[in-house]
């Protein structure tokens, strides 16, 4: 068994016993695994343990990744900070991307997506720290928003992901996801139908099962340590 096989293999206990603890069944939450900053070779460690989803956050690095596995069923989700002129790539290479929080972004991946593939899984990124230092949109202009990125065609808005402020303590971090899931509830009763909170890492992907988490965003615990930061 290597190192990464273990890791994912404790990750996923750990993700059974918050499970347990929420009284959730097995099948309600995926795990993504965080792969920015590790190779192709850790990636297909983790492939070939069970692992389907991957999560990257630089672009030029995951399609690097992608063109080299590209005979494995991987689903390929962005996490990042996106910027303009990548919208073309992500909407062209991947599956899901979690951090959306303008509509002008939104419009050019609406825009740019492939007819040839599904519509592109969407969420959208919300500030709920209130950090000046995090991407994402404001609490108050998140149902406008939201609104706006259902309507798209060739996207299709599924949920809400957070990067809360790190806090101590499972009741502390609990907090935040408490609120995005809040504000998931309030977005369906404008009529829209969204179904996937992506939040909780690797220091506080507990706290995040325990108040509804559907995608959990894990690297460090799976990987080890890296020079990068961000969504780990």
């Known amino acids: ?26 099948d309600s939450i995926e795990l993504l695994a965080v792969s920015k900053g590790v190779s192709a070779v850790a990636i297909c ?3 070939q343990a069970g ?33 303009s002129n990548k919208t073309r790539a992500i909407a062209t290479h991947f ?63 599924r949920g809400l992901m957070a990067i809360p402020a790190p806090a101590e303590g499972l009741e502390a971090q609990r907090i935040p996801f408490f609120k995005l899931h809040e504000l998931m509830r309030q977005i369906n009763t404008q009529g829209l139908a969204l179904d996937t909170l992506s939040m909780g890492m690797t220091h506080d992907f507990s706290a995040a099962i325990l108040e509804g988490a559907t995608i959990v965003r894990v690297g460090t615990a799976i990987f080890g340590e890296r020079n990068y930061g961000g969504n780990q």
Not at 1 to 26: F, P, W
Not at 67 to 83: A, R, T
Not at 104 to 126: F, G, T
């Open 95 to 157: 599956a899901w991307i979690h951090s959306v929080d303008r509509l002008k972004i939104a419009e050019r991946l609406s825009a740019q997506r492939p007819a040839s593939l599904p519509p592109l899984n969407v969420c959208i990124q919300v500030n709920v720290s209130g950090e000046d230092s995090k991407s994402g949109v404001a609490p108050g202009g998140l149902v406008e928003l939201a609104q706006a990125v259902a309507s798209l065609p060739q996207l299709k808005l």
């Open 51 to 83: 692992q389907r989803a991957f999560g990257e956050s630089y672009i030029q690095e995951a399609l690097d990744k992608i063109k080299l596995l590209h005979d494995l069923s991987i689903q390929w989700h962005f996490i990042g900070p996106v910027q």
């Open 45 to 47: 460690e983790a492939y």
């Open 1 to 26: 068994m290597t190192a990464i096989t273990s890791h994912l293999q404790a990750v996923n206990d750990a993700i059974a016993s918050a499970m347990c603890m929420a009284h959730r069944s097995k």
